[in-house]
């Protein structure tokens, strides 16, 4: 778990789109304009979390617009980091 902690934290993008997610529901492009990166950042940011398991693409057939999720596991970490952020 330390190890996904120190992968998530060491990336602010990854960070805020956990933080994100925990909302609900959304596409790489609204999160994007959330948090004013652009969209092919959010875009690998997205797919380095899907690899470890922390978000889910509820649509992974479609090309455009896909909806991203966090997963319960990504809860649990990012309720974790925001402890260590408060800290």
Same mark, same amino acid.
């Given at each position: 778990?330390?190890?996904?902690?120190?992968?998530?934290? =060491?990336?602010?993008? #990854?960070?805020?789109?956990? %933080?994100?997610?925990?909302?609900? #529901? /959304?596409?790489?492009?609204? *999160?994007? /304009?959330?948090?004013?990166?652009? %969209? =092919?950042?959010?875009? #690998?940011?997205?797919? =380095? $979390?899907?690899?470890? !398991?922390?978000? /889910?693409? $509820?649509?992974?057939?479609? /090309?455009?617009? #896909?909806?991203?999720? *966090?997963? =319960?596991? !990504? %809860?649990?970490? &990012?309720?974790? &980091?925001? %402890?260590?952020?408060?800290?």
């Amino acid at each position: 778990m330390e190890e996904l902690i120190s992968f998530v934290m =060491s990336g602010k993008v #990854r960070v805020k789109i956990l %933080q994100i997610l925990l909302k609900g #529901r /959304k596409t790489p492009t609204l *999160i994007a /304009k959330e948090i004013g990166t652009h %969209q =092919s950042t959010t875009s #690998r940011a997205l797919l =380095s $979390l899907e690899k470890k !398991g922390l978000v /889910k693409c $509820l649509t992974p057939k479609a /090309k455009l617009s #896909r909806i991203y999720s *966090i997963t =319960s596991e !990504g %809860q649990k970490l &990012i309720n974790d &980091i925001n %402890q260590i952020i408060k800290d």
